[in-house]
């Protein structure tokens, strides 16, 4: 997860232009990542019920289903 002013660079350098990979390249992050603040507006707190059931994803299951399979994930 993002800090605050990391997402605020996302914002600004996304203002001056520059693509969503080259943020992505500057900053170490995944462009989906870049993408994902972009289109959200800014930094987004994670949801309560993840942050206390120990998952990233809703439902808390700690794994999700890919394909019809179901891949632990990695912490």
Do not use: F, Q
């Not at 800014?42 to 309560?48: A, E, I, K, Q, R």
């Not at 019809?68 to 912490?75: D, K």
């Amino acid at each position: 997860m993002l800090e605050p002013d990391e997402v605020s660079a996302i914002l600004r350098l996304n203002e001056l232009g520059w693509s969503s990979r080259r943020i992505a390249r500057e900053l170490g992050i995944s462009r989906n990542t870049v993408k994902d603040h972009v289109v959200a507006g800014g930094w987004t707190p994670l949801s309560t019920a993840a942050a206390h059931n120990g998952s990233r994803w809703p439902g808390g299951s700690g794994s999700r289903s890919v394909c019809g399979s179901t891949t632990a994930m990695l912490t």
